[in-house]
Each structure stands twice: as structure tokens, then as C-alpha cells.
């Protein structure tokens, strides 16, 4: 069980189970209802599969980056969710690279045949999301542009989800829900989680939006971001074939204001990394509300 949980740390398991809402809503607004049993089986698996594959992708990838902040005597995890479980084992050397390869490769595998089964399209989009991934890690000391990398990725999941349940979506919907995920990502996770990492990335000479223009403007990317991700939600919504009541938008506005607004404005108020991480895992659960208040909606 101790070796479990360090592969599953190494998966950042806490985050990537939060991270299933994401496809779950995708898939429910862009149905306006429920998949068929066997379809919402195979995609919990695959979906479950892909976050565990991508997140140990990004500590193999990372690997000499983290050891240089170890060393550097980084990696704080102070009310941190990706710090539940022990941050980057790899790099701790609990578990050794060639452990953390096949983790990799046997949760790779089992997304890739999960979505081929769902839709071929979702395995391109998978791959796609990997090579995007690791992309994303390498140019750690190169551009704060990787933010929008990061962006790209995260919706990748989502446009997934909607290839699973429709193989010819909506051009519209399918805009929509990547410009909401897209700014959820860079206001509520990419942007706060390299504050978090602000102290470790400049002494490690990383190139990240907090680095490159400090916090007044990560400040306002993160507002601005999250501003733009509540007010696209009911639009997103609209889009679907589902009829929603106009108070499952309201809960859901509310929601954002709660999860992401209150929590980015302190930050921004204040400047302090713990309002960063409470930020951080604030929006983590975002996605995950609105399941929950979708699913009500298509229940009632």
C-alpha cells in the first residue's frame, strides 16, 4: 500500500480524480442528458487512465527541474491539494525513474485503447494532449507563453468527452467549452500554481507569467481569466440541447463567484502565496460543483 501511494502521488491522484468533472460536464451539456451505462463506464476508466498518464508524464519530464528545486530547497506543500500525497517522488528518489516509466506506459495504454473503443478521434486527442504536455514542461525556462500550452491541454480532456458521446458536436458548443476551460485553467490553476512556485522558478530561472511581469498583472491575467470563465458558463450552458433552468445558471454563477471571483480578488488584494494556493484549490473543485449542480438539473 506505501508503494500505491507513492504512484499514485506520483499521479497527483487527489487533483486528477477532481480533474474527472471536467469531461463529466463536457459530456452531460454537450448530450443535454445521459450517455448510454456502457459509454459512462469506458469513460470514467479511459478518463481516469488519461489524467493518471498525463500527470506522471509531466514528473518524468520534470525530473532534473524538480531535483535542481529540492536541492534548492523548494517544493513547499503547506495546505497545497497537490500536496496531500508526497509532492514529485521522483525526484525524492522514492521511486526510481524506471518505475515511474512504467507506471506511465501501462496507464497510457489503457487510456489509448479506452478511447479508441469510445471514438478514434478521442485517442488522437489524447496523444495530442501528451505531446502538448510535455511541450509544456520543456519550456519551463524557455517562454511564459507555456501558460497557454497549459490551457490548450486542459480543455483537451473536455473536447474529448464530447467526441465520446458525439461524433459530430456542435461547432458552436464545442467553441464555448474550450474558451471556459481554457480561462478556468489560466485564472484558477496554471496562473496560481506558478505563484505558489514563485520563490523556487525565479531562483531556478523559470519563465512563468508571475515571474515575467509580477504580481500586479498576474493578478489581474488571474481576475480577468476567471471574470471571463463564469460569464461564458451560462452561454456554454445555453448552447446545450439539455433545456436548463434559468436557476441551475444562477447556482452555477454563484458557484463561480465563490470558487473563483472571491478567492482571485483576495489574491489580488492581498499578493500573498497562501491566497495563491487557496486560490488554487478553491478552482480546483469548481468543475466538480458544476457536475453536481448539472446532474441535479438533468435529475429533476
Known amino acids: 500500500?506505501?508503494?500505491?501511494?507513492?504512484?499514485?502521488?506520483?499521479?497527483?491522484?487527489?487533483?486528477?480524480?477532481?480533474?474527472?468533472?471536467?469531461?463529466?460536464?463536457?459530456?452531460?451539456?454537450?448530450?443535454?442528458?445521459?450517455?448510454?451505462?456502457?459509454?459512462?463506464?469506458?469513460?470514467?476508466?479511459?478518463?481516469?487512465?488519461?489524467?493518471?498518464?498525463?500527470?506522471?508524464?509531466?514528473?518524468?519530464?520534470?525530473?532534473?527541474?524538480?531535483?535542481?528545486?529540492?536541492?534548492?530547497?523548494?517544493?513547499?506543500?503547506?495546505?497545497?491539494?497537490?500536496?496531500?500525497?508526497?509532492?514529485?517522488?521522483?525526484?525524492?528518489?522514492?521511486?526510481?525513474?524506471?518505475?515511474?516509466?512504467?507506471?506511465?506506459?501501462?496507464?497510457?495504454?489503457?487510456?489509448?485503447?479506452?478511447?479508441?473503443?469510445?471514438?478514434?478521434?478521442?485517442?488522437?486527442?489524447?496523444?495530442?494532449?501528451?505531446?502538448?504536455?510535455?511541450?509544456?514542461?520543456?519550456?519551463?525556462?524557455?517562454?511564459?507563453?507555456?501558460?497557454?500550452?497549459?490551457?490548450?491541454?486542459?480543455?483537451?480532456?473536455?473536447?474529448?468527452?464530447?467526441?465520446?458521446?458525439?461524433?459530430?458536436?456542435?461547432?458552436?458548443?464545442?467553441v464555448l467549452l474550450v474558451l471556459w476551460i481554457f480561462a478556468w485553467e489560466i485564472g484558477g490553476q496554471n496562473v496560481p500554481n506558478d505563484w505558489h512556485d514563485l520563490e523556487e522558478d525565479r531562483q531556478g530561472d523559470a519563465q512563468t507569467i508571475p515571474v515575467r511581469y509580477g504580481a500586479e498583472v498576474a493578478g489581474r491575467i488571474i481576475l480577468g481569466a476567471l471574470l471571463a470563465s463564469v460569464i461564458l458558463l451560462p452561454f456554454l450552458q445555453a448552447a446545450s440541447p439539455g433545456k436548463f433552468s434559468w436557476s441551475l445558471k444562477l447556482l452555477s454563477l454563484a458557484a463561480g463567484v465563490v470558487l473563483l471571483i472571491l478567492p482571485a480578488w483576495r489574491l489580488y488584494q492581498t499578493r500573498e502565496r497562501s491566497h495563491a494556493t487557496a486560490l488554487f484549490n478553491c478552482a480546483s473543485y469548481y468543475p466538480l460543483v458544476i457536475l453536481l449542480l448539472t446532474l441535479l438539473a438533468l435529475l429533476v
Open 1 to 174: 500500500m506505501h508503494r500505491l501511494k507513492l504512484f499514485l502521488a506520483l499521479s497527483r491522484t487527489p487533483h486528477g480524480l477532481l480533474d474527472l468533472a471536467t469531461p463529466g460536464v463536457a459530456a452531460l451539456l454537450c448530450l443535454g442528458g445521459f450517455p448510454p451505462a456502457r459509454v459512462v463506464l469506458l469513460g470514467l476508466i479511459t478518463v481516469f487512465a488519461g489524467y493518471t498518464a498525463i500527470y506522471a508524464l509531466n514528473d518524468l519530464v520534470d525530473y532534473r527541474t524538480d531535483l535542481a528545486k529540492i536541492a534548492a530547497g523548494g517544493l513547499g506543500n503547506e495546505g497545497y491539494l497537490d500536496g496531500l500525497m508526497v509532492r514529485h517522488p521522483l525526484a525524492q528518489g522514492l521511486l526510481s525513474v524506471p518505475e515511474g516509466l512504467f507506471w506511465t506506459v501501462a496507464w497510457t495504454g489503457v487510456a489509448l485503447v479506452g478511447a479508441y473503443l469510445l471514438n478514434p478521434v478521442c485517442a488522437v486527442i489524447f496523444i495530442a494532449g501528451a505531446i502538448l504536455e510535455a511541450v509544456y514542461c520543456l519550456l519551463l525556462q524557455v517562454s511564459h507563453l507555456r501558460t497557454l500550452v497549459s490551457g490548450l491541454v486542459k480543455t483537451l480532456g473536455g473536447v474529448a468527452a464530447v467526441f465520446a458521446v458525439n461524433p459530430r458536436p456542435s461547432p458552436v458548443f464545442l
